[in-house]
């Protein structure tokens, strides 16, 4: 018999604050995270606004010497384990059964670039022997566990946008089938930098929206493209008999995962919904639910034309009249586009919606657009019984994964 | 130049670059038993000292260092400094 598996720790590191009270209090308050770019000169690039994590000290997570090996992304990484292992209680468990799965979009390329300015400028001798563990995309996996010196399956998945629900998606199927009992589950993204503005803007991906506050919009009309923003975020999963044994504080039971892909453009959603589809009836398939049961979406939401339409369609496909009675909402609108870390923060959104009995709004959701027609959460945040909640990701590649979150029933 | 003055740096930029404190940093400090440094550190390490000194220390030179005075006694030897 399959195993049943549960949240139990959140750790949230992200704009719109770090840790489970301040994020979450932002969240519930329709309290944005996207402002001016601090950490570097904008004025020659065509996005000056991103969700940026400030104020952040890595020595407050890691000992001098491992924040000088490692870049922002294992930053991030390591700092969003630790709080939400704390937020655990600090369970104790056995290390060979305790994994990591920590993911990411990009990786550390805050050093390759870093590295490569060296490189090209001075030569070949002045390149740093820290450059390859610095940017590996499976950096923060391996940092977490030699933190925590814990020995169980460790990996990562490098799916863009996807990669943090993939993770938490993955860790969740280990448990459930027996092959650990923890799991350290998160995402984490530090690519907010010159050269990716550029990039994603090139793409016509990014919103080109001057006032910060107003510049996330997903589901509303005038939304032209979503906020860049950096941050990392890991969820504990434990064993839910082993969670309830130690007497641990449950958040929600992971209760279904689905996985597809679009197999359709590298960076555009199918606009029919057709992957999105997919995912979410295979999420809903494994937890053993219908669409009309489901309370609560967080949806993936990012505030493209493209994939707010997209979702939306998806939506109403999947449910059929039950859309019009769903509430969704896109916690984008606050933290802005969190990449490779979106999913394991969205899916501790989720958690903290059923556990708290409210739901963060989707903000500045002024006109509405006539494809984008379901009940977005405009604006305030609204007192409901969510008992089940699902949180979509889609990823650049094409690659979906929905997590359905459940109010633990033991 | 004079060797003290060398020492002083090189202890300075491996302190800073070990990330350890600089009481610890000593001439007798062995890198790996004493101030817990890698390969990897070290060849960092070495790049910080060719910066500082403009001197070049080839890998295979540093193969036989295993202290921090014998680092300073490398760098003091490229920039022709006796004791």
């Not at chain 1, 604050?17 to 969240?27: F, I, K, N, Y």
């Not at chain 1, 799991?183 to 090139?202: H, M, Y």
């Not at chain 2, 390490?45 to 070049?56: C, I, Q, T």
């Amino acid at each position: 018999m399959p195993r049943r598996v549960v949240v139990t720790g959140i750790g949230p590191v992200t704009p719109v604050g770090v840790g489970v009270t301040e994020a979450w209090d932002a969240l519930v308050a329709g309290r944005g995270g996207v402002r001016p770019i601090e950490r570097f000169d904008t004025s020659e690039l065509p996005v000056r606004i991103a969700g940026e994590v400030l104020d952040f000290d890595p020595a407050e997570f890691l000992d001098a010497k491992e924040v000088r090996r490692s870049d922002r992304v294992s930053h991030f990484a390591v700092a969003a384990a630790k709080l939400a292992w704390r937020d655990a209680g600090e369970p104790s468990v056995e290390p060979t059964r305790t994994g990591v799965l920590f993911s990411t979009g990009i990786g550390g390329l805050e050093s390759l670039l870093k590295q490569h300015k060296t490189f090209l400028e001075r030569g070949a001798d002045r390149v740093s022997p820290f450059m390859v563990p610095q940017l590996m995309p499976n950096a923060a996996a391996g940092h977490v566990a030699m933190e925590f010196g814990f020995s169980g399956p460790n990996t990562c998945i490098v799916t863009a946008c996807a990669a943090g629900a993939h993770a938490v998606g993955e860790a969740y199927r280990y448990i459930k089938d027996g092959l650990a009992d923890t799991f350290i589950a998160g995402g984490t993204e530090a690519s907010v930098l010159p050269l990716t503005i550029a990039a994603f803007s090139q793409m016509q991906a990014l919103t080109k929206n001057r006032d910060a506050s107003k510049a996330s919009r997903p589901f509303d009309k005038d939304r032209n493209g979503f906020v860049l923003s950096e941050g990392a975020c890991a969820l504990i999963l434990e064993d839910a008999e082993g969670a309830v044994a130690r007497g641990a504080r449950i958040y929600a039971e992971i209760a279904g995962y689905g996985a597809s892909a679009d197999a359709y453009h590298i960076t555009a959603p199918e606009p029919e919904g057709y992957g999105a589809i997919l995912a979410i009836q295979a999420c809903l398939t494994d937890a053993g639910e219908r669409p009309e049961d489901v309370d609560y979406i967080n949806a993936h939401g990012t505030s493209t034309q493209l994939n707010d339409a997209a979702e939306t369609r998806a939506i109403k496909k999947t449910f059929g009249d039950a859309a019009y009675r769903v509430a969704v909402s896109s916690t984008k609108s606050m933290t802005g586009h969190l990449l490779g870390a979106a999913g394991a923060f969205e899916a501790g959104v989720a958690a903290l919606a059923i556990t708290n009995g409210l739901i963060p709004p989707t903000i500045n959701y002024e006109t509405p657009d006539e494809v984008c027609d379901l009940d977005y959460v405009p604006n305030e945040a609204r007192k409901a019984d969510v008992r089940l909640a699902l949180s979509d990701s889609f990823g650049f590649g094409g690659q979906n994964a929905v997590l359905a979150v459940k109010r633990f029933e033991p | 130049m004079d060797k003290a003055e060398i020492q002083e740096k090189v202890c300075t930029i491996l302190a800073e670059q070990l990330a350890v404190a600089p009481d610890k940093v000593t001439p007798a400090a062995r890198f790996s038993e004493d101030l817990d440094a890698d390969s990897l550190d070290l060849v960092e390490a070495v790049l910080a000292l060719e910066e500082e000194f403009g001197v070049s220390i080839p890998e295979e030179e540093m193969e036989d260092v295993k202290t921090v005075g014998e680092a300073v006694d490398l760098v003091a030897q490229k920039l022709g400094v006796s004791a």
